[in-house]
């Protein structure tokens, strides 16, 4: 009986399958499928600021050595290690230190693990700096602070207060002070002890031609994390800030400047969340500047939010919506942007460039030669995509920029490890792994109607936030 009751209701579910694809046969009508409503999490979290502990040469970079002259940012200063007189040379570095402390103190514990410098000056002579000794003075000794002797991502010289006002302000990535014996690179033999010595690695503040940046109100140095420079300085002066020549030099003093360092010992990847800097479309390079460039800087930041896609096409009644915003990035200059609420954009079908997906969409091709965004972005798959209204805030709360257009996209990875953007703009050809989906949060230089409209409060006129392995769940 158990096999006959199997047999029949095998058999009644046969008669019913089929009657039902006799019944569609019959039909005239197409069967369209119901769109199906969604609602899709992503996040991530990368809130801790990147430290980078150590720097080296790189066989890539520009190394010179800048000799007297007129003071770039006051030519009335004259001679100076401040000049856009510089010559070319060799040379190789690499250095790593300790930052325990961060205010001045005669028991700080900041130093220089290891340091390796050998450079050519200008005269030919051949010198080597093998020891630093960390200068731990009291605090409120001298004309500013040390930071215990080792600072790591410091606002320094231009009008901070920190350094010399001779040089453009900057972000010193790794900066210090300390007391080094001169040597001679072929012997070994001290030409100059007990001098002191200034290095920084940091934001570049000279040009595609080398001429210094003249400005110290604004920083206006290059924060391209692949374009850092680090600054090896032995200055004229004793201890107590009295003119004193370096000895085995023909003018007095050093300065030596290697261009594109690498930045070092990383307390973690800083590749996990970036932004992109003005520069040209690596698509199309005429185009210039852009946010689609490889000119990338690190920071820190963490971001969540819930979207709810129940609207296919664009229209004024769409009920696509955006919940639980909460999006933080930080500058290692310390500045910091908040996002924490977005109104999702419900335009009418067939208004704009391109669809909108009724403000949400979900599991779309963009970019490239879809039509469906910028084509200077590579074609590309959107796990999530949305427009959107929001208000841009500063650190504490304050709204820097009301009412700006917010696009952001959670896709497939569009650049390299690297950071290099993908130039596919016919095949879609960017990484589709699940453990490489990376978000971009972009607000573009424009208003609402599509003229220009520059953000404020960014620096350069726009952001084009990124964060890279993010968790993407569906509810």
């Not at 819930?306 to 909460?326: G, H």
């Amino acid at each position: 009986m158990k096999n006959k009751r199997n047999y029949v209701a095998v058999n009644l579910l046969t008669i019913g399958v089929l009657a039902t694809l006799m019944a569609c046969s019959n039909d005239n009508s197409t069967l369209i499928p119901q769109f199906q409503s969604k609602s899709v999490n992503s996040t991530a979290n990368y809130t801790d600021m990147t430290l980078f502990r150590g720097s080296k040469s790189s066989t890539t970079g520009a190394i010179y050595e800048v000799l007297p002259g007129p003071a770039v940012i006051n030519p009335a200063m004259s001679p100076t290690p401040f000049s856009n007189n510089i010559q070319s040379t060799e040379g190789a570095y690499e250095i790593e230190v300790d930052d325990i402390v961060d205010v001045d103190a005669t028991t700080s514990t900041d130093a220089v693990k290891f340091v390796n410098i050998t450079f050519t000056a200008n005269d030919g002579k051949k010198f080597k700096i093998d020891q630093i000794n960390i200068i731990h003075k009291p605090e409120g000794a001298g004309d500013h602070s040390f930071f215990g002797g080792v600072g790591l991502n410091k606002m320094m010289h231009g009008d901070t207060g920190i350094g010399t006002a001779l040089m453009p302000k900057m972000l010193a990535y790794i900066t210090l002070w300390g007391l080094v014996d001169l040597k001679d690179a072929s012997t070994g033999e001290v030409v100059a002890s007990n001098r002191i010595i200034h290095i920084m690695t940091a934001s570049n503040v000279r040009n595609s031609n080398l001429e210094m940046i003249p400005e110290v109100v604004l920083d206006k140095s290059d924060h391209d994390t692949w374009m850092s420079q680090t600054h090896v300085i032995l200055i004229p002066q004793d201890m107590d800030g009295n003119f004193s020549p370096v000895p085995g030099t023909d003018h007095g003093f050093i300065h030596m400047m290697w261009e594109n360092v690498e930045l070092t010992k990383e307390t973690r990847d800083w590749k996990k969340v970036y932004e992109i800097l003005p520069g040209p479309a690596v698509i199309n390079e005429a185009m210039n500047p852009t946010p689609f460039s490889n000119k990338v800087a690190f920071g820190a930041g963490s971001y969540s939010f819930n979207v709810i896609d129940n609207s296919e096409e664009d229209s004024e009644n769409s009920e696509d919506l955006i919940k639980n915003v909460a999006i933080k990035y930080q500058r290692p200059n310390g500045e910091m942007f908040i996002i924490d609420d977005i109104q999702i954009i419900h335009k009418t079908n067939g208004s704009g460039d391109h669809p909108y997906f009724g403000g949400v969409g979900l599991d779309k091709v963009m970019h490239g030669n879809t039509g469906i965004g910028t084509n200077l972005m590579p074609k590309l798959t959107s796990y999530i995509t949305l427009w959107g209204i929001a208000d841009l805030k500063d650190g504490n709360g304050n709204v820097i920029a009301p009412n700006r257009l917010v696009h952001i996209m959670v896709s497939s990875r569009s650049r390299s490890s690297d950071l290099k953007l993908s130039t596919s703009t016919d095949i879609d050809s960017t990484d589709k792994s699940p453990n490489n989906i990376e978000t971009h949060i972009i607000i573009p230089p424009l208003d609402l109607e599509g003229n220009m409209s520059p953000v404020s409060g960014t620096g350069h006129g726009f952001l084009h936030l990124m964060f890279e392995n993010v968790n993407l769940t569906e509810n």
